[in-house]
C-alpha cells in the first residue's frame, strides 16, 4: 500500500484522460509550457539586466535607461479638490 505501481498510474491517466479528453489536455500542456517558457526567459532577461545596471545607482532610484523603456508608463499624480 505504500508504494503505486505502473498499472495505478495507467488507470489514473486513463481517468483523467477519460475526464478531460484529450484535446484539453493538449491546451493545458501548451498552456502550461508557454508559461514555464516565458518564466525562464524572464528570469533570464532579468538577471541579465540587473547584472548590466549602474552600482553608483542607489537601489530606490530609477536610472535614466528605464526611464525611456517603450513599456514605461510616465504620469502625474494630481489631489481632488
Known amino acids: 500500500m505504500g508504494s503505486f505501481s505502473i498499472w ?3 488507470v489514473v491517466l486513463l481517468i483523467v484522460v477519460l475526464v478531460f479528453g484529450t484535446k484539453k489536455l493538449k491546451n493545458i500542456g501548451t498552456d502550461l509550457g508557454g508559461a514555464v517558457k516565458g518564466f525562464k526567459d524572464g528570469v533570464r532577461d532579468g538577471g541579465a539586466s540587473a547584472a548590466g545596471t549602474d552600482a553608483a545607482t542607489p ?3 530609477v536610472n535614466v ?3 525611456n523603456d517603450a513599456n514605461t508608463v ?3 499624480a494630481k489631489t481632488k479638490s
Open 59 to 61: 537601489p530606490g532610484q
Open 74 to 76: 510616465d504620469v502625474e
Open 8 to 10: 495505478h498510474w495507467l
Open 65 to 67: 535607461s528605464k526611464a
